[in-house]
């Protein structure tokens, strides 16, 4: 890109568009950058006097932009083919691109994106791109598609960790890998539900001191039972304690041995 811009600037415009032609084929290229490689391609064939390949070049800058600028500099027959570029565009409409996604999404279950395009059978575009990622926890998810009106993605449990929170990215894009157009969007997940009580634990918060499971109440409806059931229960550990302590004498074996404190 930056070779052909540099051949622009200099006033080579018979170089120029096979320098923005070898840099679309390179690819990797963002929708700006897309963008301004065939409007000047298209501008650069105007000044030469080809006028079929601007033509084309200025289709495609409008499939992506119907209201692209040409350079100042293109002059007079660049301005007339760009607009004859829009006109024709216009009957076909301009790329346009959406996603449904969820705003949020319960941890550890899959969810769907379903993606629109149109026009879908463009023939600069190749294939349709999901990418979701987790930057926090490292991971990353991608998927492609051919291209039609109407895609549908699953993304996996495996990127729905509790309170993550994911870049949902969908890219139209050529053979070369060039964006044509995208979309984006933060997804958030639930954080983890809390364990359930164990069974004891939840009826007695269901029933706090002072509740009652008849409108009577009464002392079985209160903490006093449990509070005197522990009380007795650690008055008969001491008993047997204290009933099967082993005296200071003992013995073993017919052998008396004296034990000392």
Do not use: C
């Not at 052909?4 to 080579?12: F, L, T, V, Y």
């Not at 791109?129 to 993304?155: K, M, T, Y």
């Not at 069974?199 to 001191?209: F, I, K, Q, T, V």
């Not at 409806?221 to 059931?229: H, K, L, M, S």
């Amino acid at each position: 890109m930056q070779r052909a811009r540099s051949a622009w600037d200099g006033g080579d415009f018979d170089l120029a568009p096979a320098l923005y032609k070898n840099a679309l084929s390179v690819g990797g290229l963002h929708r700006a950058d897309v963008l301004d490689a065939y409007v000047r391609m298209g501008s650069a064939y105007a000044i030469v006097g080809k006028k079929g390949p601007s033509l084309t070049a200025f289709r495609r800058a409008a499939l992506l932009d119907p209201t692209f600028a040409i350079p100042p500099e293109a002059g007079k027959k660049a301005t007339a083919l760009a607009e004859r570029a829009r006109r024709d565009q216009r009957r076909v409409g301009a790329l346009a691109l959406s996603a449904q996604t969820p705003d949020e999404v319960k941890s550890g279950e899959s969810f769907a994106v379903d993606v629109a395009l149109a026009p879908s059978r463009a023939s600069i575009i190749d294939s349709i791109h999901l990418q979701v990622r987790d930057a926090l926890a490292g991971r990353s998810f991608e998927q492609g598609a051919a291209p039609d009106s109407r895609v549908h993605f699953d993304v996996p449990v495996r990127m729905t960790l509790p309170d993550a929170s994911l870049l949902v990215r969908v890219e139209v894009v050529d053979a070369a890998d060039n964006e044509l157009v995208s979309f984006e969007k933060h997804v958030h997940v639930q954080p983890a539900m809390p364990a359930p009580l164990p069974a004891g634990l939840a009826a007695l918060r269901s029933h706090p001191e002072g509740g009652s499971h008849h409108s009577g109440g009464g002392f079985w409806n209160t903490a006093w039972p449990y509070v005197i059931g522990g009380a007795a229960l650690a008055a008969g550990g001491v008993a047997l304690y204290v009933g099967t302590r082993p005296t200071a004498d003992v013995n073993v074996a017919a052998v008396r041995v004296e034990l000392s404190h």
